[in-house]
């Protein structure tokens, strides 16, 4: 929905249930998914947005002078759509523009929205890095809270750390210590879910059952709930979780005429009129639950009763609404036939003040009334904006903000600025990184350093962009394979023949914004200013290798997928990232979690190990692998005996409350799911507190990290069982790593970063450099690498690197494939071919998906219809090695064959325990 306005306001709404997606051949360029099932109820707070800004623009003592638009867009409940309409609200809709001085206020200003969690996170997370404002009026995750990740993130709703203490109360009134727990699949319902978890387990309370609802209403999946809740003795059942997950398992409750439960229904799906009918009252009947305060809006009624349908296409989503309301369509020639129903054809005069829908009844207003606030919130911000006095301004030199050239961080976005035939970027990220020049270029993310430190964020000034912090070591080697495999293949004439491979590689610091960053630089280039508007010839890169983590990978795969740009990563293994139709464009050379958690769970049944511990990191890898393997527990009838969520920032009192937890438990088999930046301070407190006595089982992501192989931690942490992907060596590689020189190209900061870190010395001019009480003598370029003992030169055990190494050649390989086409007999459209100086994504894409090729070193790399790579692991065990500290020892594989199903081979002779009966032994709650 459109109106034209001196400055514009942007809204996402969910408008619609579902999203169909077409076929994904990529034969030919995808259609867009489109979208089904009207809701009437999310329309009423769309209009309520326009409600409000037509009561602004009728208001002379707010924002006189000044008309505000709206531009109000569809997000289908789906992060892909959310995604798509939140790039167009920013960028605009126009075809063309003749203003190449870009001059004026942006196509918006600040959107009213995301309605749910997870596209408020994502979103967030890319317009937050042009400091887009975003006043959500429904999205409830307190980790929308974190001010560094989103800053320019606010909302008119509590987040949900309230509403999950505000239930546990109304269990604990009630005396209600033994309940069921279901959630969706989404950011709202797993951080919900897990702060009603902990909270249950302050308060002495159990969880008896915890079920994930499907993202795609897998019958199946509904059914196995169902049996769960009617196998259950626990008699209320409490429910996180969106209208549209929800209603699937609502319908088999009918269906199977499931009766006798009290069910807890949070706010998202609490007030929702769906849920409302005579048909669900014998089910959901004397359901408690808690909402958003009410309000009420005078004059909102009868503005909902006068609008029309318009002609305008930006303006179809009132045509889409007057044909679901009366039931009629505007298709032209009489009555049109829908199935075996006729419809009439709309006029377009239908009264809508005879129709009674949840779109007309004002009695409950709850989220159009956060709705009403959010408008009325960015209104007065820009209210006070132009009422600033010059002199006494803000910003710097008591400066005020231009209303016709705002900056992004006093409320405006920015991408680039054309002026003359020259297209000029506006800003440039402040990113490490490697950079080498060929024909086709590959994008490649790597976590570098382990830490991003963020600037203050007053928004007085511009902020200053954040930087990176403890360089790692063994990722850099992970960057340098990357470089060493397109530095093979450009020597290799029978692959990509007169193609001349180059890389551009970014450091990502194990951050979601700074990946996003690093991802956004790599597709739309670096270069200051470039003069061919016509955008010919190959994109800046035409593929990415990464991001290593699960968040990141998805974030980056729902906003480059809309663009088909192939993505391989080498370490993202949440099982999430196999659904095809929301990352149709990624893939990785590592198994999913999936496969890794029934690895762990065959390992735990092989000892009889049926009671224990479980740890897991703040982030998409952990939270989905930690759910994945608790209900693996369940079906074998094992028991968790506590799970604990390790700090996004460290904080001492949450990581000395898991240590207590730790302590006080009967488990002495403790599983974590985490990366080494979350897990490092968990350790550290280990070691302060002297706690020996557990037997540690370690996920691939931190199960071979050198910085646990330390002498310090061998007390702790020896005897240590884990799993690891698939080792592989790259011949050749060694030396490479052995080559490299730094380089005074900006572009190539990040080998300079590696140098001073490695020799301890500063490019810094004028003798010697101190830091702090050290002094560092001044590089020369000429030190040699081979007299260094890192883990960056130690090439015998190349799991991550022997993933990116598989990537860089899947590129290759699909690259290669795809110039080989003959003309006339090609894959695509009448039959045709892909022309390398003019490449669509989705063309790679279609090659990346048929890839098959052997390495080396022997392994066989090809991807299934998911994109996941074949699911093989080793199972390692931490062992003392000669000077103290820790070494790694393969002692049992485990694969999983279509025929055979997961085989574990365990080597238990060579297993090192670190307990005096050698194996610990089981111990029941």
Known sequence: MYQDGDVILGGLFQVHFFTVFPDLSFKTEPEPPYCEKFDIDSFQQAQTMAF??????????????????????????????????????????????????????????????????????????????????????????????????????????????????????????????????????????????????QEMQLFGGCVAFSEILPHDNNHRDIHRIIGMIQASTARVVVVFSTSSFLLPLMDEVVSQNMTGRQWIASEAWASEPEYHTPRLLPFLGGTLGIAVRRGEIQGLHDFLLRIRPSNEPRNNMLRIFWENMFRCSYETGGTVKDGEQVKKVCTGQEDLSTIKTPYTDVSGLRAPYNVYKAV?????????????????????????????????????????????????????????????????????????????????????????????????????QQAQTMAFAIDEINKNPNLLPNITLGYHLSDNCVRLGMAFRAAISLVSGTEKSFSNLNCTGPPPVVGIVGDPSSTPSIAISSVLGLFRVPIVSYYATCSCLSDRKKYPSFFRTIPSDAFQVRAMVQILRHFGWTWVGLIYSDDDYGIYAAQSFQQEMQLFGHCVAFSEILPHDNNHRDIHRIIGMIQASTARVVVVFSTSSFLLPLMDEVVSQNMTGRQWIASEAWATAPVYHTPRLLPFLGGTLGIAVRRGEIQGLHDFLLRIRPSNEPRNNMLRIFWENMFRCSYETGGTVKDGEQVKKVCTGQEDLSTTNTPYTDVSGLRAPYNVYKAVYALAHALHDLIQCEKGRGPFSGNGCADITNLKPWQLVHYLQKVNFTTGFGDHVSFDKNGDALAIYDVLNWQPSSDGSIRIYTVGVVNEEATTGMVLTLDEDAIYWNFETKKVTNIDK
């Open 52 to 197: 409000a800004i037509d009561e602004i623009n009728k208001n002379p003592n707010l924002l006189p002078n000044i008309t505000l638009g709206y531009h109000l867009s569809d997000n289908c409940v789906r992060l892909g759509m959310a995604f798509r309409a939140a790039i167009s609200l920013v960028s605009g809709t126009e075809k063309s523009f003749s203003n190449l001085n870009c001059t004026g206020p942006p196509p918006v200003v600040g959107i009213v929205g995301d309605t749910s969690s997870t596209p408020s996170i994502a979103i967030s997370s890319v317009l937050g890095l042009f400091r887009v404002p975003i006043v959500s009026y429904y999205a409830t995750c307190s980790c929308l809270s974190d001010r560094k990740k989103y800053p320019s993130f606010f909302r008119t709703i509590p987040n949900d750390a309230f509403q999950v203490r505000a239930m546990v109360q109304i269990l604990r009134h009630f005396g209600w210590t033994w309940v069921g727990l279901i959630y969706s699949d989404d950011d709202y319902g797993i951080y919900a879910a897990q702060s009603f978890q």
């Open 376 to 476: 009325y919130a960015l209104a007065h911000a820009l209210h006070d904006l132009i009422q600033c006095e010059k002199g006494r301004g803000p910003f710097s030199g008591n400066g005020c903000a231009d209303i016709t050239n705002l900056k992004p961080w006093q409320v405006r976005p920015t991408a680039s600025v054309l002026t003359s035939d020259t297209c000029q970027l506006q800003g440039r990220f402040r990113l490490n990184s490697m950079y080498q020049d060929g024909d086709v270029i590959l994008g490649g993310l790597f976590q570098v350093h382990f830490f991003t430190v963020f600037p203050d964020l007053s928004f007085k000034t511009e902020p200053e962009p954040p930087y990176c912090e403890k360089f790692d070591m063994e990722s850099f």
